[in-house]
């Protein structure tokens, strides 16, 4: 393997620590490994849609935004409604 730095803010590494800790893996290099991963395998995820998934993220932590059951989602998407 190879080594490489990186550069993050002290709360967007706490919120990693948080989540590796929170969904299981071992280590927060195991985390990061798996998402690079995801994120090459997967590049149908823009930059744009993680920024959105981010703000949707925040929304839901701080309140300002309601958590919607995948039902109610297909519902809204039947009805051409905007889910937000």
Do not use: C
Not at 1 to 23: C, G, H, P, Y
Not at 24 to 29: D, E, Y
Not at 55 to 76: F, I, K, N, T
């Amino acid at each position: 393997m190879v080594q490489i730095n990186l550069r993050l803010s002290k709360a967007f590494l706490k919120d990693i620590d948080t989540t590796w800790e929170e969904q299981g893996f071992n280590s927060r290099s195991e985390f990061l490994r798996y998402a690079a991963r995801d994120a090459v395998k997967h590049p149908e995820f823009s930059r744009e849609g993680w920024k959105q998934i981010a703000a949707s993220e925040h929304d839901l932590r701080s309140g300002s935004a309601e958590l919607v059951s995948r039902e109610e989602v297909v519902e809204m998407m039947d009805r051409g409604e905007d889910a937000e």
